[in-house]
């Protein structure tokens, strides 16, 4: 019987070796393709949606999956081509210095970092722009400069470099927010957690 035992333990240990290095030597399957002249200072992905940063122009290269071809392109059939472009203003304006050098996206809700940008206060303080999937098109909604302090005065600082990163997840109409400066506070750094309440093809708004 003890013999039996350790036959069938060797035959079980002999058969998850086998099907461990057959999973480690699998290769993966991958289908290339290449997009050319769109920065790459920052990628995102969510669903059929793609999106690249490109600080040199201050913009974002929007492109659509096409599950037919399993190629990116425009949506309608023309791969490689992009499917729009957001570009808020040129890089010379400082309201939009950057833009682009941060993306995350989730279920119809887009946030890009422009972390050099500045309405007004110090330089380079930073401004996070939220857009919205409407009708096919991403729509600007609205912008944020900067946490706020307890009196709601925007904290504005010298070269804080609000959305040098930013990271995004939905939860139901509910998209929770985390947003790097590491320039706050004279080179701390800050990691603001925030939530932004949206419905899916309608603006949404900050609770």
């Known amino acids: 019987m003890n013999i039996l035992f350790k036959q069938w333990i060797k035959l079980i240990l002999s058969l998850l070796i086998l099907s461990i290095t057959g999973i480690s030597r699998a290769a993966p399957v991958i289908a290339e393709q290449i997009l050319l002249a769109n920065g790459g200072d920052s990628v995102a992905i969510s669903e059929e949606w793609g999106f690249v940063g490109d600080t040199d122009e201050c913009e974002v290269a929007v492109y659509k999956y096409d599950y037919s071809t399993n190629l990116w392109g425009d949506g309608a059939g ?69 946490p706020e302090d307890p009196a709601g005065t925007p904290d504005l600082q010298n070269d804080a470099l609000f959305g040098f990163v930013v990271s995004i997840r939905s939860e139901g109409n509910v998209a929770l927010m985390l947003i790097g400066s590491p320039g706050y506070d004279v080179g701390g750094g800050m990691l603001m957690l925030g939530r932004f309440i949206f419905i899916p093809g309608i603006s949404p708004t900050a609770p």
């Open 78 to 146: 023309n791969a490689g081509d992009k499917h729009s472009t957001i570009d808020e203003g040129p890089c010379t304006n400082a309201k939009f210095r950057s833009f682009g050098a941060s993306v995350s996206t989730t279920k119809g809700l887009l946030v890009v970092g422009a972390p050099e940008a500045k309405d007004t206060g110090g330089a380079f303080h930073g401004k996070i722009f939220f857009y919205n999937l409407i009708s096919d098109a991403w729509v600007l909604n609205t912008t944020a400069g900067s």
